[in-house]
């Protein structure tokens, strides 16, 4: 069975930093493209960025309202998906979820972790 | 950047109706395209991928059609379950646009 657990949400100041955790497990996640999406509560999803496998060069492509504050790395060895998010605004305040990225099949999201930017 | 869009924006409809929601590109993503449904505070669920594609355990009445840059959603005989907010996102470039959502909500 797929799972993707998210962990690392909480109550953080603006321009305070996070890192959030995705840990995979039920599929080859060293071969899996992984993503992060996020959602304003009561609003629409808004994708966040992606990386690629390594042997797909494990490269990154973030969305522009987050490009230059965020990072999204992964260790292969522990399945494990990174995003760690720095100069957080109060328009970061979201639920983040990670997920599989597959342009033409089934992909697997987990649960959502809550980010909130606030004084 | 590919934009998304989505009609309506919401719409009011009866047990047993047919719903039908459509989804446009602003360029031609080919079939990259997937239909998400979402119920309040739960992760959203793929219904369908490849724009037609329905995925593994969704019920039947839900079918996707279309290509290049406009796409549609349809529900044959909505059901009580059927109540919940639809997003269509597009997987042919990054960044990975999803459409602003359609609200199905009980007439």
């Known amino acids: 069975e797929v799972q993707l657990v998210e962990s690392g949400g909480g109550l953080v100041k603006p321009g305070g930093s996070l890192r959030l955790s995705c840990v995979a497990s039920?599929?080859?996640?060293?071969?899996?493209?992984m993503t992060w999406v996020r959602q304003v509560p009561g609003k629409g999803l808004e994708w966040v960025g992606l990386?690629?496998?390594?042997?797909?060069?494990?490269?990154?492509d973030y969305a522009a309202p987050v490009k230059g504050r965020i990072t999204i790395s992964r260790d292969d060895s522990k399945n494990t998906l990174y995003l760690e998010m720095n100069s957080l605004k109060m328009e970061d305040t979201a639920v983040y979820y990670c997920?599989?990225?597959?342009?033409?099949?089934?992909?697997?999201w987990g649960q959502g972790t809550l980010v909130t930017v606030s004084s | 950047d590919i934009q998304m869009t989505q009609s309506p924006s919401s719409l009011s409809a009866s047990l047993g109706d047919r719903v039908t929601i459509t989804c446009r590109a602003s360029?031609?993503?080919?079939?990259?395209l997937k239909w998400y449904q979402q119920k309040p505070g739960k992760v959203p669920n793929l219904l369908i991928y490849?724009?037609?594609v329905l995925q593994d355990g969704v019920p039947s009445r839900f079918s996707g059609s279309g290509s290049g840059t406009d796409f549609t959603l349809t529900i044959s005989s909505l059901q009580p379950e059927d109540f919940a907010s639809y997003y269509c996102?597009?997987?042919?470039?990054?960044?990975?646009?999803f459409g602003p959502g359609t609200k199905v909500e009980i007439k």
């Open positions: 997920a599989t990225d597959c342009r033409d099949c089934v992909d697997y």
């Open positions: 039920g599929f080859p996640f060293n071969n899996a493209w």
């Open positions: 990386i690629k496998s390594k042997t797909h060069g494990g490269t990154t």
């Open positions: 360029q031609s993503i080919y079939s990259y």
């Open positions: 490849a724009a037609s």
């Open positions: 996102q597009q997987t042919y470039s990054t960044p990975r646009t």
